[in-house]
């Protein structure tokens, strides 16, 4: 991903991170100075965390992925695909179509199959 965003020019593309863990993702992109960076995840004690890690530099949602309303030249996930129940797999691909503008792009890790628990 690091590549990826490396060649970006634009600062100020609108970015969704999914999932965000531990945002090493944010944090690289802040180094690059980009400045519309988004990050949302379901878990209310991450979430505290990242908002007091940021203090206003970055957009933390508190929220669900499938429920997320907004508009993204740029999605960030790395492994949300897969970690999700495969049922949920269709809705993952029309939400990502309804988040990314024209021509937005999806950038991450992702697995096609069920892992074991």
Not at 17 to 25: A, D, L, Q, V
Not at 28 to 43: C, E, H, P, S, W
Not at 57 to 66: A, Q
Request: glycine fraction near 8%; charge should be positive.
């Amino acid at each position: 991903m690091k590549v990826y965003i490396d060649q970006l020019t634009n600062t100020g593309v609108r970015i969704l991170i999914i999932g965000s863990g531990n945002t090493f993702k944010a944090d690289y992109l802040l180094q690059k100075g980009f400045t519309n960076i988004n990050v949302i995840d379901i878990a209310p004690t991450l979430i505290a965390q990242l908002k007091e890690k940021y203090l206003g530099n970055t957009n933390i949602i508190l929220g669900d992925f499938f429920k997320h309303k907004g508009e993204y030249e740029l999605v960030l996930e790395q492994t949300f695909f897969c970690a999700i129940n495969p049922s949920l797999r269709k809705n993952y691909v029309a939400k990502m179509k309804e988040l990314l503008l024209l021509n937005g792009k999806l950038v991450g890790v992702l697995f096609d199959w069920q892992f074991e628990h």
